[in-house]
Nanobody
Framework: QVHLIESGGGLVQAGGSLRLTCAASGGSFNGYGVGWFRQIPDKAREFLGSITWSGDSTDYSDSVKGRITISRDKAKNTAYLQMDNLRPEDTAVYYC????????????????WGQGTQVTVSS
């Protein structure tokens, strides 16, 4: 099974940037697309964007489009979420997940999930 671990979260000032890392262990996730989600307490998990298994295509939610970039490094079995111009409302737990589908934006199509990493954006 693929075990995903997010890292790179932390405290950042509004307008700042963070790069989150999604590292796979226990197996390669090169055969999976990778999605990034976030969740604010008491709210539904929100799709942010995804990248296909080959890395040839990305899909971004309109809510964050233009401020995030998703990439992956197959050699390192790692995916990334670059976030720029962060806002206080971006404060959430961020998750990466793996899907066998070419592209999907719903939580139900992702088979593996990381534990999440906290991102806090201060005013």
């Amino acid at each position: 099974q693929v075990h995903l671990i997010e890292s790179g979260g932390g405290l950042v000032q509004a307008g700042g940037s963070l790069r989150l890392t999604c590292a796979a262990s226990g197996g390669s996730f090169n055969g999976y697309g990778v999605g990034w989600f976030r969740q604010i307490p008491d709210k539904a998990r929100e799709f942010l964007g995804s990248i296909t298994w080959s890395g040839d295509s990305t899909d971004y939610s309109d809510s964050v489009k233009g401020r995030i970039t998703i990439s992956r490094d197959k050699a390192k079995n790692t995916a990334y979420l670059q976030m720029d111009n962060l806002r206080p409302e971006d404060t959430a737990v961020y998750y990466c997940a793996a899907t066998p589908y070419y592209s999907c934006s719903g939580t139900g199509c992702y088979d593996y999930w990381g534990q999440g990493t906290q991102v806090t954006v201060s005013s």
